[in-house]
């Protein structure tokens, strides 16, 4: 691999792939932990609507898929607030009529036809130096405002009920929370893929979870997992001539399924225990 890094677009593959997984690791952190996965999932699925609108009519690509994306968002957000019992149904129709518009926009754009495929498994290996300036920019946004307000984003997401007692502001730090998810999709949408992006904000946060005492111990574990699973798929791919964001997902989901294997296993261990007790 380390050959490979005499090429510009391996060094800005990589440079995009630990932005993503810093950026996903903080947000999927809040994601997992408030319990909102499917929410980010129709997020990152409606941004196709945003995509088609802006190859439609001819718009700038950032500014017209960020904006249909936060307006969605914040839309589910009022949404899951407000209709609890049928939010998931709600979110479903967003998450299905987003796409679909997505994609007949796209098919009814006079003289351009775009490949699908990108959008859904990225083109990590054609970002270019100015999409790299603009994931830094956006990536460092993120950063800095979920340190701002990382102590009210953990009330949020422990004790959201006692937190609004305390006069924390629950309902604008929610909102806030999901427009970030809305600016870390549509980042990372073009570059990673809408598959990757939902990977990268699940996967490692959830194996994270079990293993971090605190928030902040569970971002640092996201963040090094997902650069983990990042700089490996990297390499698989590179080694095996294999698609990029497809490899990446796969050695995501395999440190997911080993999880689960080594939950069984400890689980097993300790109903061996009460057992091995008696028996002496």
């Known amino acids: 691999m380390f050959d490979a890094l005499q090429f510009e677009f ?31 999932g129709g ?5 196709y609507g945003g995509i088609g609108l802006a190859f439609f009519f001819g718009l700038n690509y950032l500014a017209c898929t960020l904006s249909f994306t936060i307006f969605v968002a914040l839309l589910m957000a009022a949404i899951m607030l407000n209709a609890k019992n049928r939010s998931d149904t709600f979110i479903g129709v967003l998450w299905a009529v987003g796409m679909a518009m997505g994609v007949l926009l796209l098919d009814l754009t006079p ?7 990108s959008y859904l498994f990225g083109s990590i290996l054609t970002v270019s130096q100015s999409d790299l300036w603009l994931m830094l920019g956006l990536g460092a946004l993120i950063v800095l405002v979920a340190s701002y307000f990382y102590k009210d984003f953990l009330a949020l997401s422990y004790d959201a009920e006692f937190a609004q007692l305390r006069g924390v502001p629950i309902k604008f730090l929610y909102f806030l929370l999901i427009g970030m998810i809305a600016l870390s999709v549509v980042m990372l949408i073009r570059v990673v893929g809408l598959i990757l992006v939902i990977a990268l904000l699940t996967i ?65 261990r300790l109903r061996l225990k009460p057992i091995s007790n008696k028996a002496k």
């Open 204 to 268: 490692s946060p959830y194996i994270a979870e079990k293993y971090a005492g605190s928030l902040q111990k569970m971002i640092f574990f996201s963040v090094l997992l997902n650069l983990l699973f990042t700089l490996v798929g990297l390499w698989l791919s590179y080694t095996y001539n294999l698609t990029c964001g497809a490899t990446i997902i796969m050695v995501s989901a395999g440190g997911f399924f080993i999880s689960l294997l080594g939950d069984r296993i400890k689980h097993f």
């Open 111 to 117: 003289g351009y036809h775009v490949d699908l495929m």
């Open 10 to 40: 391996i060094r800005n593959a990589i440079l995009a792939g630990v932005v993503a997984g810093v950026v996903c690791g903080i947000i999927g952190t809040f994601v997992v932990v408030n319990r909102i996965v499917f929410l980010a």
């Open 43 to 47: 997020i990152a699925h409606a941004a």
